[in-house]
C-alpha cells in the first residue's frame, strides 16, 4: 500500500530551526540543515509521496490513501501543495481499528466529563508522555504519542474525513504555534496582494467587515474567527470556514438566499420577538463551500498591510475610522492573543504551555512597523466598500 505524505507550510523566517528542505525527485536531501525531529524520523522514514511547498514546513505522514487524497484536496484549499517524493514526516497521522476504543475505555477517567472540540464532549486520559481522548457517546477515539509524534484516531462512521479533517486543523494551527507564530481572535481577507486583519471580542463586527467586503467581489477569503501572525508579519488561515451571524448574512443583498428558510420571514419582520434572537444565530461554511456559495477565492495567506479593530454599534449608519498609535494597537492586539486552551480548544494538547510574555512581545513587533485603526460601524452602514478602501490608501502611505 501506497504512503502519502501532505507537507504544509509554517511560513518561517531564516532565524527560525525550520529551515528550507527540498528532495530531489529519488528522495535525496539537497539543501543543508534539518529540525531535530527530522533527524529522528529519517532513521525510519518510508516511501512515499511528499506533498512540499515553500521553506519551512510541516508534513503530515498518513498511511490510508484515500483519505490522504481527501485531506490533500482539502489541506489545498488554502495552503498551495505539489508533489515530491521521499521524507520524513513531522506527524504521523492514521485511522485505526475498534482496538484503540477499548485502550481509551481502559486510560481515560470516565469520572470527569470535559468539554473538547467546539460542541464536542469526553473524557481523557494522560501520562508524561501519551494522552487519550474518548467522546462521551463513543463517537470516536484518538491516542496521541507526543514523544513519537504520532496521532492515531478510531471513527465509529464509514467515512472518517469529517472527523479527521479537525484533528489536522489543530496540529497544523498548533505546528505553527510552535513556531512563533501567534494565533489571534481576528477574521481577515487579502486585498490587492496583502492582508487586512480585524480583531476584536465576540460581536465586534470582525465577520461582517469581512463578508461585506467578499461580496463586493474584491476581497478574498482568509480567515474567520482565528487568524494566524507569523514573525514576518504574514497572515496565514487557520484550516476553517467561516462561522457567520444570520443577522450578517441578512444585510448583504448579495448572500441573504443562503439564510435558511425557517428563519427568513422571522428576520424580514424587524419589530417581531424573533427578531432578536435570529440575528443571533449563526450558521457555518464548510471550506469546500466557500468559494462557491460566497462567489470568493481562498487565500494563501499574505504580507500584513493594516490591523483594524471594529466596533459594531446598533442602528446606525455612520462609519467612523481613526488612525491609533502604536501603544493603543499594541494594547488592543494583545487583548485578542488566543493563547488559553479555552480560547481555541486546544483539546489534544499538542501546545506547549505558552510564554505569555514572549507572545506579548512579539505581537508588539506588529504594531512599530504596521498601520492600525479603530473602526466604528452598524449593521445599517452602507458606504462600508468605499470607507475600506481609504483605509487602505491610508495604509499605503
Known amino acids: 500500500m501506497s504512503i502519502w505524505y501532505i507537507r504544509i507550510i509554517c511560513a518561517l523566517g531564516s532565524d527560525s530551526h525550520y529551515k528550507p528542505v527540498f528532495y530531489s525527485g529519488e528522495g535525496k536531501r539537497t539543501d543543508a ?81 470535559l468539554q473538547l472540540e467546539h460542541d464536542m464532549a469526553g473524557f481523557k486520559g494522560q501520562n508524561r ?35 479527521a479533517r479537525k484533528l489536522i486543523r ?63 508579519a504574514r497572515a496565514v488561515p487557520v484550516l476553517a470556514g467561516p462561522f457567520v451571524g444570520l443577522g450578517t448574512l441578512g444585510g448583504i443583498d448579495k448572500y441573504r438566499c443562503l439564510i435558511p428558510s425557517k428563519f427568513a420571514a422571522a428576520l424580514e419582520a424587524r419589530e417581531s420577538s424573533d427578531y432578536e434572537a435570529s440575528v443571533q444565530k449563526k450558521i457555518s461554511f464548510a471550506l469546500e463551500e466557500v468559494e462557491r456559495l460566497l462567489s470568493t477565492t481562498i487565500s494563501k495567506g499574505a504580507n500584513i498591510k493594516a490591523i483594524v479593530f471594529p466596533t459594531l454599534i446598533r442602528k446606525t449608519e455612520s462609519i467612523e475610522v481613526e488612525k491609533i498609535s502604536a501603544d493603543t494597537g ?6 485578542q492573543l488566543m493563547y488559553d ?19 506579548k512581545q512579539h505581537v508588539k513587533r506588529y504594531t512599530d512597523h504596521t498601520p492600525m485603526f479603530r473602526m466604528r460601524f452598524g449593521r445599517e452602514s452602507k458606504d462600508l466598500i468605499n470607507v475600506f478602501q481609504r483605509l487602505v490608501a491610508e495604509a499605503d502611505i
Open 170 to 232: 489543530q496540529i497544523v494551527s498548533s505546528e505553527h504555534q510552535k513556531a512563533g507564530a501567534a494565533l489571534i481572535h481576528a477574521s481577515a481577507v487579502e486585498y490587492n496582494g496583502g492582508a487586512y486583519v480585524f480583531a476584536g471580542d465576540k460581536g465586534a463586527g470582525k465577520t461582517t467587515v469581512m463578508m461585506n467586503l467578499i461580496a463586493a467581489g474584491s476581497a478574498m477569503y482568509l480567515g474567520n474567527d482565528a487568524v494566524l501572525l507569523t514573525p514576518e
Open 330 to 335: 499594541a494594547q488592543l492586539l494583545q487583548e
Open 33 to 113: 540543515s534539518l529540525h531535530p525531529a527530522e533527524q529522528r524520523g529519517r532513521r525510519n522514514m518510508e516511501t512515499g509521496t511528499l506533498l512540499n511547498y515553500g521553506t519551512g514546513s510541516i508534513r503530515l505522514l498518513i498511511p490510508e490513501e484515500a483519505l490522504s487524497r481527501q485531506l490533500t484536496e482539502y489541506c489545498s484549499l488554502m495552503y498551495p501543495l505539489h508533489e515530491e517524493t521521499g521524507a520524513a514526516a513531522h506527524w504521523t497521522f492514521k485511522i485505526v481499528g475498534s482496538e484503540l476504543l477499548e485502550k481509551c475505555i481502559r486510560n481515560t477517567d470516565r469520572s470527569a466529563l
Open 129 to 163: 508522555q501519551e494522552s487519550w481522548f474518548l467522546e462521551a457517546k463513543r463517537q470516536w477515539a484518538v491516542y496521541i504519542n507526543h514523544k513519537e509524534r504520532q496521532v492515531h484516531a478510531w471513527v465509529s462512521q464509514d467515512d472518517p474525513f469529517n472527523f
Open 341 to 359: 486552551p479555552n480560547d481555541h480548544q486546544n483539546w489534544l494538547e499538542i501546545n506547549p504551555k505558552p510564554d505569555v510574555i514572549a507572545l
